[in-house]
């Protein structure tokens, strides 16, 4: 596996956190093993507004092996297609495919964060789910462990395999201090499994510093990875 994108359920869900994660984890786990460096790339699909490039840039400004990519991006934050319209631009699609390929080509792995749920609009024709399933991305989706999660996360699950599309597992959450304690009311992990068939791979617990890539690194070395790299187990 040479790329994985970062899905979630809706916005604002912790997809830019858990990159951060595996972006640290990854560079942890290579300066660790002494292994030869190999380029990381995170590649925002379209950024509107301002804010994950902005924070990836600040984290890892001292790691040259991690590139930011960011190809498309937009002023307004809004959904890619409104924030186009009122720039009278359009989603030049077939620019941010030949910028992916080059990442593929020059890293070892490319960590592709994407925008909103897997139904969110990224053309007007198009949604996350479509761009998942077209360039054939193992993917992974980010829940909050928040009241209404279950719902969105089995809606979220089900548009995946209507697209057929490989999803690897599922990353709990927490954006909130008292998240972690309360998974078992909003998010209980058997049900969450039992609901989607989809292993739950791992918990971001809540952290309040994001620049420190050696406790995030530690977090996701407890995550079962292995899953990731198995092959698709449905069609």
């Not at 912790?14 to 290579?30: C, E």
């Not at 631009?89 to 490319?110: P, R, T």
């Not at 980010?142 to 279950?150: C, E, S, T, W």
């Not at 490989?166 to 058997?190: F, H, M, W, Y």
Request: charged share 20%; glycine share 6%.
């Amino acid at each position: 596996m040479t790329a994985l994108l970062i899905a979630g359920t809706d916005t604002d869900v912790g997809k830019t956190f858990v990159t951060v994660a595996l972006a640290a984890y990854w560079q942890q786990y290579r300066a660790n093993r002494n292994l030869a460096p190999q380029n990381l790339s995170i590649f925002k699909l379209i950024q509107t507004g301002t804010g994950d490039v902005e924070l990836y840039n600040r984290i890892f400004a001292e790691f040259e092996e991690i590139k930011i990519v960011s190809p498309l991006r937009f002023s307004a934050p809004l959904a890619p297609p409104v924030a186009a319209a009122k720039e009278g631009k359009s989603i030049e699609l077939g620019k941010i495919w030949q910028e992916f390929n080059v990442s593929l080509q020059n890293s070892e792995l490319v960590l592709l964060e994407s925008l909103g749920g897997l139904g969110s609009p990224v053309t007007d024709e198009l949604v996350v789910g479509n761009i998942s399933a077209d360039w054939r991305l193992p993917t992974l989706l980010i829940v909050p462990v928040k009241l209404g999660a279950i719902a969105n996360t089995v809606a979220n699950v089900a548009l995946a395999r209507s697209l057929d599309i490989d999803l690897k597992g599922i990353v709990l959450n927490c954006s909130q201090p008292e998240a972690l304690e309360r998974i078992e009311d909003l998010t209980p992990i058997d049900l969450m499994q039992s609901l989607t068939q989809v292993p739950i791979i791992g918990v971001l617990p809540y952290i309040s510093d994001l620049t420190n890539t050696q406790k995030l690194a530690q977090i996701v070395a407890n995550w079962d990875l292995e899953l990731i790299s198995r092959p698709k187990t449905y069609s």
